[in-house]
C-alpha cells in the first residue's frame, strides 16, 4: 500500500492554519546560497505552503558569495532581524563550510533543527522542536498505527538532512534500531536490509533498495530523494511496493509532510 503524504500534508496544514488564528503573525526567510533549479524548486514549494497557510515569506539569494565568513556575516545579520524562522537551503555553494553556515543562524529561530545547539538540544531532550523530517516519519507512523516497538528497525543512511535526525529521535523514543552508513559492509548491509520489520531510508542512491533485498510485509519509508533523467526519485525501487505493508512514493510522500513539519517549529 502506498502512503498518501500529500493527504498527511493536508490535514496537518489545515491544523496549523487554525493554531495560526490564536499566534501573532509568522515570518520566515529562506536564504540560498549558490543554488540551482532544484534548490530554487525547493524553496518555492516552502514558500507556497508557507503563504497558503498564512505566514510571511522572504527570500534572499546570494549567488556570488565565496567566502565562509561572507556567507556567515549575512546570516547573523539576517538573524537580527525580526524573522520568526530562518532557513538555509541546502545544498550550499560549493566551497562554503555548511555546518558553519548553519550554525550563525540563531538557534530559536533554527526551524530546521540544523545547527549545532538546536540539534544538541533536541538530542538531549530540551527542546521539543522536531526536525523536519523526522516529524514527517512520526506523523506517518502515527497515520498508520505503525508502532516500531519489538520491531526490527533499519535506518539507511546517517547524513545531515535525513539520517541523523530520524536516528536522534528514534534514540529520544528509546526505540531500538540499525544504522547503515557508509562504513557498513555490503554483507551487514544485505542482511539488515533482508530482516528488517521497518526501513527507513535517506541514502540519496536512486533505487538501491530492490524488491529482493527486503522480505514481505516489511514498511518503507523513502525519504532519500535525487535527480535522475530530469525526475526525483528515491532510494527504494517503486517495484519494492509488491512486497510491502506500507511504502513512501516519491515524490508524493515524506516531502510534503517535512515542508508542513518545517513550519510547525515557527512555534
Known amino acids: ?19 495560526l488564528l490564536f499566534t501573532a503573525p509568522k515570518k520566515v526567510c529562506f536564504i540560498l546560497f549558490g543554488g540551482n533549479s532544484a534548490t530554487e524548486q525547493f ?15 522572504d527570500v534572499k539569494k546570494y549567488s556570488d558569495i565565496k567566502k565562509t565568513e ?13 524573522y520568526d524562522g530562518i532557513v538555509a537551503q541546502l545544498p550550499l555553494t560549493a566551497g562554503l563550510d555548511t555546518q558553519a553556515v ?25 527542546m521539543d522542536r522536531m526536525p523536519p523530517v523526522a516529524r514527517a516519519v512520526y506523523e ?18 546517517h547524513g545531515r538532512l535525513v539520517g541523523e535526525p530520524v536516528h536522534l529521535m528514534l534514540k529520544r523514543m528509546k526505540v531500538p534500531h540499525d544504522i547503515i ?19 527507513i531510508s535517506g541514502m540519496g542512491t536512486p533505487h538501491s533498495i530492490k524488491p529482493e533485498m ?15 533523467a530530469g525526475k526525483l526519485v528515491g532510494d ?3 517495484a519494492c511496493e509488491t512486497k510491502a505493508l506500507f511504502m513512501t512514493p516519491v515524490p508524493g510522500g515524506v516531502g510534503p509532510i517535512t515542508i508542513v513539519s518545517l513550519l510547525r517549529n515557527l512555534f
Do not use: C, W
Open 70 to 82: 561572507d556567507a556567515v556575516n549575512i546570516v547573523q545579520e539576517l538573524g537580527k532581524k525580526d
Open 140 to 157: 506517518i507512523f502515527e497515520s498508520h498505527n505503525i508502532s516500531l516497538k519489538g520491531k526490527k528497525n533499519v535506518v539507511a543512511g
Open 181 to 199: 552508513d557508509i562504513k557498513t559492509s555490503e554483507e551487514k548491509k544485505l542482511a539488515l536490509l533482508k530482516n528488517a520489520d521497518v526501513i
Open 236 to 238: 527504494i525501487d517503486p
Open 1 to 19: 500500500m502506498l502512503v498518501d503524504g500529500n493527504k498527511i500534508a493536508k490535514a496537518l496544514e489545515e491544523k496549523l492554519v487554525t493554531e
Open 214 to 228: 527486503v522480505k514481505e510485509g516489511v514498511v518503507l519509508i523513502d525519504a532519500g530523494t535525487s535527480e535522475q
Open 102 to 126: 548553519l550554525d550563525a543562524i540563531p538557534p530559536l529561530k533554527d526551524i530546521d533543527v540544523l545547527g549545532s545547539v538546536a540539534k544538541e538540544s533536541y538530542a538531549n531532550g530540551e
Open 43 to 57: 524553496v518555492k514549494m516552502k514558500s507556497r505552503v508557507a503563504e497558503r497557510v498564512g505566514i510571511s515569506v
